[in-house]
């Protein structure tokens, strides 16, 4: 109990110079009754309704509590056929009528690029050469690197590893679209993202092969990435549970006044967990700065969506749950960044989140532990690969625009390929981490159990060298 309270002291201690919202909300009745309603053309109150002042957050999140024309007034004066009920104006109707389980049309997906790699409009985000050739090479050499790791699991060298096929443009444009500030959330086939934001190749090789160099010193399975230089938070293999991370840390960045936001990616089937829609509710009624970026690749390892769900996809979730939503093909690089450009933009100065569905599919599989020619015919494999690839796609516009050649394309695949070879080569040789490591970075003082089993483990292996030849004390 006494360590209890003492880190409720030090919590309030933490909490204190924000604590001027509290006092706001205190205040909320007294400054209700001192102002008049009055309604906005949507039917809702203006912002400025309550308070004269400027204050840390903004107030629509309340909208949906406040009277029409008086507080406590169940409807407005003159309309006997509405009610003002928490959310808004209510209309009442005669007709005993049920909500479709389905629209006549699903939600529309939009599109820059089309398979031939020509824009059909012009309602993008314009990209300068410099920005685009980069999203390119940082696609490519993803798509390298992930075949290169992929073999080298198969050939003994690495434990574990997951691809992220057919997914490039995913990860790289919507990297592109944020800034380094910005707080991003992974799930476990986002490791472009932290390419993009210079995460060098030699140091995702120390991370798979769990050498002394590598930023978790060996404790995490490979392709479970961290970084904080590049503010990307570690890999966790359980499904979701980033999400929720994501929006509280968007909180906390809307309630420090930073120029900032957060995103979390995850899959469909991270959609089918209680921490989705929990994450969601609370991004929404708190109005957090966060981007919900959800892979939908088709297939949460095994299970195809239509298992998963009746709804239009993800998309409708977001506008069901009161959050401002988009369907983008999550093959088109283009589109990809635009989405997240104006996204961004909607999260921080709106402050509100917003949630993408990016429509693609997964080229590989689920990953090394995965063979899923079991559960889907190869035929659909090849034809996603061949006719939606994200990279043949963005190259030819690259292509149209003047600024890729064929001798380009040439240079870039081999120097790829010549650097991840290289990384490999050199993490390969590091020693592991010491074993002590295993017992650090998580108590200040560890405590006597945690000592016992560290002694415990240095006398077995003392005891026997020949099992731990590369795991020094």
Same mark, same amino acid.
């Given at each position: 109990?006494?360590?209890?309270?003492?880190?409720?002291?030090?919590?309030?201690?933490?909490?204190?110079?924000?604590?001027?919202?509290?006092?706001?909300?205190?205040?909320?009745?007294?400054?209700?009754?001192?102002?008049?309603?009055?309604?906005?053309?949507?039917?809702?109150?203006?912002?400025?309704?309550?308070?004269?002042?400027?204050?840390?957050?903004?107030?629509?999140?309340?909208?949906?509590?406040?009277?029409?024309?008086?507080?406590?007034?169940?409807?407005?004066?003159?309309?006997?056929?509405?009610?003002?009920?928490?959310?808004?104006?209510?209309?009442?109707?005669?007709?005993?009528?049920?909500?479709?389980?389905?629209?006549?049309?699903?939600?529309?997906?939009?599109?820059?690029?089309?398979?031939?790699?020509?824009?059909?409009?012009?309602?993008?985000?314009?990209?300068?050469?410099?920005?685009?050739?980069?999203?390119?090479?940082?696609?490519?050499?993803?798509?390298?690197?992930?075949?290169?790791?992929?073999?080298?699991?198969?050939?003994?060298?690495?434990?574990?590893?997951?691809?992220?096929?057919?997914?490039?443009?995913?990860?790289?444009?919507?990297?592109?679209?944020?800034?380094?500030?910005?707080?991003?959330?992974?799930?476990?086939?986002?490791?472009?993202?932290?390419?993009?934001?210079?995460?060098?190749?030699?140091?995702?090789?120390?991370?798979?092969?769990?050498?002394?160099?590598?930023?978790?010193?060996?404790?995490?399975?490979?392709?479970?990435?961290?970084?904080?230089?590049?503010?990307?938070?570690?890999?966790?293999?359980?499904?979701?549970?980033?999400?929720?991370?994501?929006?509280?840390?968007?909180?906390?960045?809307?309630?420090?006044?930073?120029?900032?936001?957060?995103?979390?990616?995850?899959?469909?089937?991270?959609?089918?967990?209680?921490?989705?829609?929990?994450?969601?509710?609370?991004?929404?009624?708190?109005?957090?700065?966060?981007?919900?970026?959800?892979?939908?690749?088709?297939?949460?390892?095994?299970?195809?969506?239509?298992?998963?769900?009746?709804?239009?996809?993800?998309?409708?979730?977001?506008?069901?749950?009161?959050?401002?939503? @988009?369907?983008?093909?999550?093959?088109?690089?283009?589109? $990809?960044?635009? =989405?997240?450009? *104006? +996204?961004? &933009?909607?999260?921080?100065?709106?402050?509100?989140?917003?949630?993408?569905?990016?429509?693609?599919?997964?080229?590989?599989?689920?990953?090394?532990?995965?063979?899923?020619?079991?559960?889907?015919?190869?035929?659909?494999?090849?034809?996603?690969?061949?006719?939606?690839?994200?990279?043949?796609?963005?190259?030819?516009?690259?292509?149209?625009?003047?600024?890729?050649?064929?001798?380009?394309? @040439?240079?870039?695949?081999?120097?790829?390929?010549?650097? $991840?070879?290289? =990384?490999?080569? *050199? +993490?390969? &040789?590091?020693?592991?981490?010491?074993?002590?490591?295993?017992?650090?970075?998580?108590?200040?003082?560890?405590?006597?159990?945690?000592?016992?089993?560290?002694?415990?483990?240095?006398?077995?292996?003392?005891?026997?060298?020949?099992?731990?030849?590369?795991?020094?004390?």
């Amino acid at each position: 109990m006494a360590l209890y309270l003492s880190k409720s002291r030090k919590v309030l201690a933490h909490l204190k110079p924000k604590m001027g919202v509290l006092g706001m909300m205190k205040n909320l009745s007294s400054c209700l009754s001192r102002k008049e309603a009055s309604l906005s053309g949507n039917g809702r109150i203006p912002h400025a309704f309550f308070c004269d002042r400027p204050t840390l957050f903004t107030c629509r999140r309340f909208e949906s509590v406040k009277a029409d024309v008086q507080l406590g007034s169940p409807r407005p004066a003159g309309d006997p056929q509405v009610l003002n009920f928490p959310g808004g104006i209510v209309k009442f109707t005669p007709e005993l009528k049920f909500l479709s389980d389905f629209p006549e049309e699903r939600i529309h997906c939009y599109r820059v690029l089309d398979e031939s790699g020509q824009p059909i409009s012009n309602n993008f985000v314009q990209i300068d050469k410099d920005v685009a050739v980069k999203m390119y090479k940082d696609m490519v050499t993803f798509q390298t690197m992930d075949t290169i790791f992929y073999e080298a699991q198969r050939q003994g060298r690495i434990s574990f590893y997951v691809t992220a096929n057919g997914e490039e443009a995913i990860n790289i444009a919507s990297a592109a679209a944020l800034r380094m500030d910005d707080f991003v959330f992974p799930q476990y086939r986002e490791a472009g993202v932290l390419l993009w934001r210079g995460f060098a190749l030699q140091e995702f090789a120390n991370q798979c092969f769990g050498n002394k160099v590598d930023n978790g010193k060996g404790r995490q399975m490979p392709a479970h990435y961290g970084s904080n230089k590049h503010n990307y938070f570690t890999v966790a293999s359980t499904v979701a549970t980033q999400i929720p991370h994501a929006v509280g840390a968007a909180y906390s960045l809307k309630m420090d006044g930073r120029d900032a936001c957060t995103i979390t990616y995850f899959g469909d089937g991270g959609t089918s967990t209680g921490d989705f829609h929990a994450a969601l509710n609370f991004a929404a009624v708190m109005e957090a700065p966060v981007i919900l970026f959800c892979r939908n690749n088709g297939w949460a390892i095994s299970t195809p969506v239509s298992d998963q769900f009746r709804s239009d996809g993800i998309v409708v979730r977001g506008q069901a749950y009161g959050v401002r939503s @988009i369907r983008v093909d999550g093959n088109d690089a283009l589109a $990809v960044f635009s =989405a997240v450009h *104006v +996204a961004r &933009k909607m999260a921080i100065s709106e402050s509100r989140p917003v949630l993408i569905e990016a429509l693609t599919y997964r080229a590989g599989h689920h990953s090394t532990s995965d063979d899923s020619s079991k559960y889907r015919p190869i035929e659909e494999i090849e034809w996603w690969r061949a006719a939606q690839d994200p990279i043949t796609r963005f190259r030819k516009w690259l292509e149209g625009e003047g600024w890729w050649t064929a001798q380009s394309e @040439i240079e870039l695949r081999d120097h790829a390929r010549q650097e $991840v070879l290289h =990384a490999i080569q *050199v +993490a390969e &040789k590091v020693d592991k981490p010491a074993i002590r490591e295993i017992f650090t970075d998580v108590y200040d003082v560890p405590p006597s159990n945690l000592r016992d089993q560290e002694k415990s483990l240095q006398e077995a292996i003392e005891r026997h060298p020949q099992d731990y030849p590369h795991f020094p004390l």
